[in-house]
């Protein structure tokens, strides 16, 4: 398993409350859970990803997601079993718009 | 709008299952109580450990709730998701809920966790027999993609009450190992029409080892558990010998019959190949084994 | 002079024949017993031989017996056939009774293929597209032996192919007027065929098998696995395109991602008001995953390249949308489907592995040496057409809109439909393909390219939309690109100021452009999710082959 960390400047608090649950931990599928962590208003993200060398990616989706939504002091983990970013990017939507993110319907 | 219970996740299912807003869940994801033994095989964890637990009300009684992911590594019981069953049901004993709700999706016992597993099955069972005992119901809910076999297929039939889909399957052995172990002539488990025959809810309703047919759907599960909810079997020896009667009766009657259609031909159905194509409702109206 | 010296031949070889068999020659009757014999006897050396290796049906008994023949006696055939589907195909050539081959699709020998051609043991004349090999049927790659089969055939050498047709007409037709013969394997041999399918004037021998012929359902797709990505996608091509330019008239790709459009019409396209006003008339095989649409009224015609196992009951009972006999069997025709797809139809939608930045859409992998099948033909603008539709219209306008004033022409809509990223996270947008090493490594002339990115008007991802008409040099093409292949090398390397531009003309468009939520893409969105549901909706017509019967 390799695991992989990132933190982001959030600025938008969710709008309902948590924690959130998406996903589920099958081949190609992945776990979403969104929990509260005041953190200087941070929004960090922990993986943990049967699939090896692909934190550039992960990146790049994340910083995404991140400039979609914008979550500050949410701690954001997730389990993912080889999901392929357009899986990751649809629950990573998903978890937010149970968070009731204004940037959900972007 | 309908919900397929088989398309849906065990989260999802509960959700819509029980009374809306009313499920607390138990040792959540949050607590993270993951496998210890899956990290060390390099496999992918889940934050519940693949069956979510907890409290909820249905048609306003309060019951407790478990439901396994069957998407998780088969639903396969391993350590910590076995504990969380043993530990609801146990709960129960204390509780005092009107039923518990147990939605089983599930291989049997999880390989990467195999003796801890199979401890906790027997707990399990233990467990289910207590709740009967002190007078609780356990209704089996059994509707997923995965089936319900090996020691869940046991733990089913030591509960009150059995529903299934007929999309369902419940059965010991998978189609694979019956392949296996007696040879493809004897049982091809590629033959799906064939596995579904043998283990799929329409026959098990017809057998009588399901109490209620349900479409795949979850409200009609939750129709059947609060229909249910007042059916109890008590735990008497006397119960248990008419179970065993029960059972050698229907082995007498049928035992050497090579296929289901031979058993639902036997039942007195008039065109046993068409059963696979009747709706639930049809079904229903036909006589089974009792 | 001698001017009539292939009639002669011809002659001499059936006279060889009844010497050969005698009274095991009845009529046009021969048994399978004598089939190798039969073949040995009016098959020569060097030959063109098609066998009929269709994309479905396969006349694999009289394949098999063609592998008996002694290579001492018959060799160096230079075999034409559409697919090379069977191991019998690629044994003729390990036997050396075969050296030389044309043909168009190879799917799962592929890899043999290849292996064989990298040892010398086969020449490969070219890899075509169906049309055009039947086309060269009829120039300068005329069989001079067909082995065919058919479902029944008659004393007269009358031939019913039924529902699964496919190339046969094409075939026979080209094989029995210039002086070749026609061998036939049929399930049965009967008193009357249902209906003429091939008349017995073109059909030399009619051979009973001992089997029904090999047949494969190769367009069934069971819903259970379309999952919420391709969901998502088909949102995206009925919205963003298919509304958009008025689609009337389709043919779809084999795939999971077409199926999820034709599942997707009842149910989301009703609920944009789109019925009638879209995909009214297709050629397609009768695909079990086009059945609600038609249910539900959407669909007025199609006319289909071969049959699908388990379809026959439903197109029977559908023959005012089915192309069907007197006798209410279907009847395919891949030829004329072909020429349907090409210049009747205004849209072709189909998946694919590899996408350049040019848009130049190729199935070759290193290793294996798979062919086109009808892609390039139907994924191909018809130069040649020249009545008007709205969409071939309004797809020329945007390919020529703020260029110097050109003559106006319409253009036909070829849509490639990719996830970003395939199995094993394999980016599907390259810089490279793969084909230009395959090329190298098999000894082609060119890069063996299925659909050129000139012929490509839009390519569709999980990411949205590149509207290739309205790029207007290669840089614009090339970032259009990159702005849909997402994560892959590819995208993360786009020109991000270019693509936000891009995307302010129109030419890219995404999900939230088109007003399309993606957590709408669910699976409930599926008019039907399983096989079950698709019987269901048939009224019980449909009835899938054994081994998608899951319930």
């Known amino acids: 398993m390799e695991k992989l960390n990132f933190a982001f400047d959030g600025s938008i608090a969710p709008g309902a409350s948590m924690p959130v649950l998406v996903g589920v931990v099958g081949s190609g599928n992945l776990e979403v859970l969104a929990e509260p962590q005041a953190n200087g208003g941070h929004c960090m993200v922990e993986v943990s990803t049967s699939a090896h060398g692909f934190g550039a990616i992960w ?12 979550f500050a002091d949410v701690a954001i983990s997730i389990n993912d079993m080889g999901a392929t970013p357009a899986v990751v990017s649809l629950r990573l939507d998903q978890a937010a718009a149970r968070l009731g993110s204004p940037g959900a319907r972007q | 709008m309908k919900y397929s219970f088989a398309e849906s996740t065990a989260r999802e299912r509960v959700e819509h299952l029980v009374d809306a807003g009313s499920f607390s869940e138990i040792l959540g994801p949050v607590e993270r109580l993951v496998s210890p033994h899956l990290a060390q095989l390099d496999t992918p964890c889940s934050f519940d450990d693949g069956i979510v637990i907890g409290r909820a009300s249905l048609q306003g009684r309060r019951v407790l ?178 179970e065993h009667a029960l059972l050698a009766a229907r082995l007498d009657r049928f035992g050497d019959c090579a296929d289901a259609l031979d058993i639902w031909a036997r039942l007195g159905i008039a065109d046993a190949a068409r059963v696979v194509d009747l709706d639930v409702a049809a079904l229903r109206d036909i006589a089974r084994i009792d | 002079m001698e001017w009539n010296r292939g009639r002669q031949a011809r002659a001499a070889r059936l006279q060889r024949a009844a010497e050969r068999l005698g009274e095991r020659l009845r009529g046009k009757r021969v048994d399978g017993a004598d089939a190798v014999e039969l073949l040995g006897t009016v098959i020569e050396s060097g030959d063109r031989v098609c066998l009929e290796g269709n994309n479905q049906k396969q006349a694999d008994f009289l394949a098999q017996a063609l592998t008996q023949l002694d290579p001492a006696q018959v060799h160096d055939l230079h075999l034409l056939q559409s697919v090379i589907a069977l191991p019998s195909h690629l044994d003729l050539f390990d036997l050396g009774i075969a050296s030389k081959l044309d043909f168009s699709f190879s799917g799962p020998q592929g890899a043999r293929l290849a292996k064989l051609v990298g040892a010398g043991r086969i020449d490969i004349g070219a890899i075509h597209t169906y049309l055009e090999l039947f086309s060269r049927y009829f120039v300068d790659l005329t069989p001079k032996v067909a082995l065919i089969c058919a479902q029944s055939g008659d004393a007269d050498g009358n031939l019913y192919t039924g529902p699964n047709t496919e190339d046969t007409p094409a075939i026979v037709e080209a094989t029995a007027f210039k002086g070749g013969i026609v061998i036939a394997q049929v399930n049965e041999f009967v008193d009357t065929v249902p209906r003429v399918d091939i008349p017995g004037g073109w059909v030399d021998f009619v051979v009973p098998a001992p089997r029904p012929h090999f047949i494969e359902p190769l367009f069934t797709r069971d819903p259970a696995q379309i999952s919420e990505i391709q969901v998502l996608m088909a949102m995206l091509a009925i919205k963003g395109i298919y509304a958009e330019y008025g689609v009337q008239r389709l043919n779809h790709g084999i795939g999971f991602d077409t199926a999820a459009i034709e599942l997707l019409l009842p149910t989301y396209a009703e609920s944009l008001g789109l019925k009638g006003r ?243 893409a669910t699976r409930s969105l599926l008019a039907a999710r399983s096989m079950r549901d698709l019987v269901k909706a048939s009224g019980g017509l449909y009835e899938p082959p054994q081994r998608f019967r899951n319930w």
């Open chain 2, 65 to 242: 709730v478990a439901a396994q992911e069957g998407g998780f590594i088969g639903g396969g019981v391993g350590e910590v998701h076995g504990a969380k069953l043993v530990g609801l049901l146990r709960l129960g004993l204390a509780d005092r809920p009107a039923a518990v709700l147990v939605l089983a999706d599930s291989g049997g016992v999880r390989l990467h966790e195999a003796n801890a597993g199979l401890i906790a099955v027997s707990e399990v069972m233990r467990a289910l027999l207590d709740l009967r005992d002190a007078g609780i119901p356990v209704l089996m809910l059994i509707g997923g993609a995965t089936g319900c076999f090996g020691g869940m297929g046991l733990v089913a039939r030591c509960a009150d009450h059995v529903v299934m889909s007929d999309v369902a399957r419940l059965s010991m052995s998978g189609p694979e190992v019956i392949e296996s172990a007696q040879g493809v002539e004897e049982f091809d488990s590629r033959d799906r029409a064939l596995v579904w025959r043998t283990t799929g809810g329409r026959h098990r309703f017809l057998s009588g080892d399901c109490d209620a047919l349900v479409e795949d759907d979850i409200a009609a599960f939750r129709e059947a558990a609060s229909a249910a909810l007042a059916a109890r079997r008590p735990l008497t020896l006397e119960t248990l010998e008419r």
């Open chain 3, 278 to 520: 879209i995909c009214k008339h297709w050629a397609l095989n009768p695909h079990p995953a086009l059945i609600p649409a038609i249910e539900a009224g959407w669909v007025e015609s199609v006319h289909s390249f071969g049959s699908e196992l388990g379809m026959e009951r439903y197109v029977r009972e559908r023959s005012d949308v089915f192309f069907t006999g007197p006798d209410g069997s279907l009847r395919s025709h891949r030829a004329f489907c072909q020429a349907a797809g090409h210049y009747a139809c205004d849209l072709f939608i189909g998946s694919t592995l590899q996408i350049d930045l040019a848009g130049n859409s190729s199935t070759a992998t290193l290793g294996r040496i798979a062919g086109f099948g009808g892609a390039p033909n139907m994924g191909a603008d018809a130069r040649g057409r020249r009545h008007a539709s709205p969409a071939w219209l309004k797809a020329g306008a945007e390919a020529r809109q703020g260029r110097a004033q050109s003559m106006p022409r319409g253009q036909k809509l070829v849509v490639q439909m990719v996830e970003t990223f395939r199995e094993h996270m394999a980016p599907a947008f390259v810089e490279t393909l793969d084909a230009w090493q395959l090329a190298e490594q098999a000894g082609m002339a060119i890069p063996p390219v299925m659909i050129y990115g000139d012929d490509v008007t839009h390519i569709l991802t999980e990411e949205g939309i590149a509207n290739l008409l309205l790029c207007r040099s290669a840089e614009e093409r090339e970032q259009a690109i990159r702005g849909v292949a997402g994560y892959t090398p590819v995208g993360l390397a786009r020109d991000r100021r270019m693509v936000e531009n891009l995307r302010d003309r129109g030419v890219i468009r995404r999900a939230e452009d088109l007003g399309i939520d993606k957590r709408d």
């Open chain 1, 59 to 70: 990146e790049a989706v994340l910083r995404d997601f991140h400039e979609r939504h914008g």
